[in-house]
């Protein structure tokens, strides 16, 4: 094993046992985290990982169909078993929402910000390889929350009596992470994720951001793609021929 992803397990366990104690089902309905669940997974994406990459994206925390179920950042489930070569039994924590079942990677939902930015890279990259040569991606927060309805939460509308020590976990564990990578530049994945970044590291990091491929957004259901891509050469991740 490398050592920054020897540093990337140490930190990812460790901000999942510091997150576990905050005890955020007290004011939700179900708090899912696939550190624990999906370890195996998530382990063999973090020895993907390598020193002075050229970025570290940096995302908000996993979605339903996407992280929560495969233990991979914007983790659908085709791109991860096709792009990044991962494919892992997922043990379902025993207490789940009856309608959102953690299914691994029987999951038949297709989560779409995965397939957009894991499609966008291989398109630029064309192998998992050449993508980790040049980048890492990391979850701000690994836990996925769910309201009474099954609804998705988001870190950003969590209670103030929660938010605030999940914020400071996390910020923590950023840190921790670009100083293990050394990464030349952080790129948020939308505006949560740019202004964590923006907010936790030293003022003379390079942070960038790029439109959250999510199909909540209007703006990234008219080409994703080609304005992720735009953003990506402009800020100096892609060049204009990839």
């Not at 509308?157 to 990464?183: H, M, N, Q, T, Y």
């Not at 304005?227 to 100096?236: D, E, K, N, S, Y």
């Amino acid at each position: 094993m490398s050592q920054p992803a020897a540093s990337i397990v140490r930190i990812t366990r460790g901000l999942s046992r510091e997150l576990a104690v905050l005890h955020p089902a007290t004011t939700l309905a179900f708090t899912y985290d696939p550190i624990q669940y999906a370890w195996s997974a998530h382990r063999a994406y973090c020895l993907m990982a390598r020193a002075r990459p050229r970025a570290l994206f940096v995302g908000m925390n996993p979605g339903p169909f996407g992280m929560a179920q495969t233990g991979v950042p914007f983790g659908e489930v085709a791109a991860v078993r096709e792009f990044l070569g991962i494919d892992a039994r997922i043990r379902p924590p025993r207490r789940q929402h009856p309608r959102r079942p953690i299914e691994g990677f029987a999951c038949g939902r297709s989560e779409v910000s995965g397939r957009r930015f894991w499609g966008l890279m291989r398109d630029a990259f064309g192998t998992r390889g050449e993508f980790f040569r040049h980048a890492f991606v990391w979850n701000w927060c690994p836990l996925a929350f769910l309201g009474t309805s099954g609804a998705n939460i988001t870190p950003d509308k969590l209670p103030a009596s929660v938010r605030g020590p999940i914020e400071e976990a996390c910020d923590r564990a950023l840190v921790r992470i670009v100083r293990a990578l050394e990464p030349g530049m952080v790129i948020g994945v939308g505006g949560f994720a740019r202004d964590r970044a923006l907010g936790a590291l030293p003022p003379a990091t390079s942070v960038h951001t790029v439109l959250h491929p999510s199909p909540a957004s209007p703006a990234a259901n008219r080409g994703w793609a080609r304005q992720a891509r735009a953003q990506l050469v402009a800020c100096g991740f892609l060049d204009r021929s990839s």
